[in-house]
């Protein structure tokens, strides 16, 4: 049990008749090194990365649920733009290199199974986490990002 938080990028991969053929996408899904039975490609119209994963990091999520979620924290899935996560970036780096007081700029939230309030290691090591874990998605092109949270 506990805070558990993902970043999804979605990418729509539908192929329509209209498109040009070097505008077409090629979906294969193997099992077993075979083509999954269930799954077929021309069905398939999105693909869903898991690109960003955290466990307890309840500052990173206290800023998500203020900056992308209107404040409703009830763990449902909430479009989060590239802007909001250059912020997101910005303010963890800003902490990081003591230009901002952690307190204010990224403070810690409280609740079930949320882990630490405290603003120690495990807080510094999980804003240092999410730079590293967003900053090559925002070099990325396409896709859309999505965050969702469970406890």
């Known amino acids: 049990m506990g805070l558990d938080m993902y970043l999804l990028k ?6 329509w008749s209209f498109m040009e053929a070097s505008e077409r996408h090629e979906v294969s899904v193997k099992l ?21 994963y955290w466990r307890k990091a309840n500052a990173i999520h206290s800023w ?13 899935e909430y479009y989060v733009n590239r802007e909001q996560l250059e912020e997101l970036v910005k303010e ?3 902490v990081l290199d003591k230009k901002a007081n ?9 609740g079930f199974f949320f882990g630490s309030c405290e603003y120690d290691e ?7 986490e999410t730079v590293d874990m967003i900053e090559p998605l925002l070099k990325e092109k396409g896709g859309t ?5 469970s406890w």
């Open 145 to 149: 990002f999505y965050y969702t949270s």
């Open 102 to 110: 952690p307190q204010s700029a990224l403070p810690t939230q409280e």
């Open 122 to 128: 495990w807080y510094y090591g999980s804003l240092q």
């Open 64 to 76: 998500f649920v203020s900056n992308a979620q209107n404040g409703e924290d009830n763990c449902a």
């Open 32 to 52: 077993g090194g075979e083509p999954h039975p269930d799954i077929q490609p021309e069905r398939v119209s999105e693909i869903v990365e898991q690109v960003a």
């Open 10 to 15: 979605k990418t729509y991969v539908k192929n």
């Open 92 to 94: 963890c780096k800003a």
